[in-house]
């Protein structure tokens, strides 16, 4: 993952991302988390690569974990929960030698951390870990994954949704879309238009099975297309040892 490319992209990834996306992408949220909260409505939150945090404002957990690797972003983040109510603390948390901010509102946390998901270490266990986009700008799929399962519970959810490569007409359609009018929609909007070429073959790098592969310890629970087939939908659940 290039972190520079995120850094200049956060003030207007949001609105980047609903346009090019024709609003798409909110749905395919508003569907995850509704699914997500079938199987567990609170408790504490990872969520990776966060980008701006929308996916955690969306699941509104008591604790929640934000992974993400881009500064620009993390300010993004941050303003963003100071608007929900959330106040700064004064102090920056050390989990071993990784600095976090900290925001609180009530009896709500929300602990933003500045890591790769190959890297990061937390001082607890979580009931669920969301990747919302998030897998393909992994820079190690398998080192990410590992090391983020050491920090979910047995009989915890690992939820993911990802634009995956599909061979079906319709995915074809959308990644002519997605290869020739995304890349000129973005270079008009936030002057990156050889940035979101990369968008394309990052798709067409990673398969369902791709990502199944990484979590043998797992049995899916819910895995389905989400209205285009190019994004999929996988909810596992982490073995317990003596299930």
Same mark, same amino acid.
């Given at each position: 993952?290039?972190?520079?490319?995120?850094?200049?992209? !956060?003030?207007?990834?949001?609105?980047? =991302?609903?346009?090019?996306?024709?609003?798409?992408?909110?749905?395919? @949220?508003?569907?995850?988390?509704?699914?997500?909260?079938?199987?567990?409505?609170?408790? =504490? #939150? /990872?969520?990776?690569?966060? !980008? =701006?945090?929308?996916?955690?404002?969306?699941?509104?957990?008591?604790?929640?974990?934000?992974?993400? *690797?881009? +500064?620009?972003?993390?300010?993004? /983040?941050?303003?963003?929960?100071?608007?929900?109510?959330?106040?700064?603390?004064?102090?920056?948390?050390?989990?071993?030698?990784?600095?976090? /901010?900290? #925001?609180?509102?009530?009896?709500?946390? &929300?602990?933003?951390?500045?890591?790769? !998901?190959?890297?990061?270490?937390? *001082?607890?266990?979580?009931?669920?870990?969301?990747?919302?986009?998030?897998? @393909?700008?992994?820079?190690?799929?398998?080192?990410?994954?590992?090391?983020?399962?050491?920090? #979910?519970?047995?009989?915890?959810?690992?939820?993911?949704?990802?634009?995956?490569?599909?061979?079906?007409?319709?995915?074809?359609?959308?990644?002519?879309?997605?290869?020739?009018?995304? *890349? &000129?929609?973005?270079?008009?909007?936030?002057?990156?238009?050889?940035?979101?070429?990369?968008?394309?073959?990052?798709?067409?790098?990673? +398969?369902?099975?791709?990502?199944?592969?990484?979590?043998?310890?797992?049995?899916?629970?819910?895995? =389905?297309? #989400?209205?285009? *087939?190019?994004?999929?939908?996988?909810?596992? @659940?982490?073995?317990?040892?003596?299930?």
């Amino acid at each position: 993952m290039d972190v520079k490319i995120y850094d200049k992209l !956060a003030k207007k990834y949001d609105l980047a =991302t609903k346009i090019v996306s024709f609003g798409i992408e909110e749905v395919w @949220r508003w569907m995850f988390k509704k699914e997500l909260k079938k199987h567990i409505k609170n408790g =504490t #939150l /990872i969520d990776v690569a966060s !980008a =701006t945090g929308e996916m955690a404002k969306a699941m509104d957990f008591d604790t929640m974990y934000l992974i993400e *690797p881009s +500064s620009e972003m993390v300010k993004i /983040i941050v303003e963003k929960f100071e608007n929900l109510g959330y106040k700064r603390e004064n102090f920056e948390v050390i989990f071993e030698e990784i600095p976090a /901010i900290k #925001l609180k509102k009530d009896k709500k946390e &929300v602990i933003i951390i500045q890591e790769s !998901a190959e890297n990061v270490k937390l *001082p607890q266990k979580a009931d669920i870990i969301t990747a919302f986009m998030a897998i @393909r700008n992994f820079d190690n799929l398998e080192k990410g994954i590992k090391n983020l399962d050491r920090y #979910l519970k047995e009989g915890g959810y690992f939820g993911i949704v990802e634009m995956v490569k599909s061979e079906s007409f319709l995915a074809k359609l959308i990644m002519w879309y997605m290869e020739n009018v995304v *890349p &000129v929609i973005a270079g008009l909007l936030v002057g990156m238009k050889e940035e979101y070429k990369m968008l394309g073959k990052s798709i067409n790098s990673l +398969s369902e099975d791709d990502i199944i592969s990484h979590f043998k310890n797992y049995k899916i629970i819910k895995k =389905t297309k #989400l209205i285009f *087939p190019i994004a999929t939908m996988i909810i596992m @659940r982490k073995n317990e040892k003596n299930s």
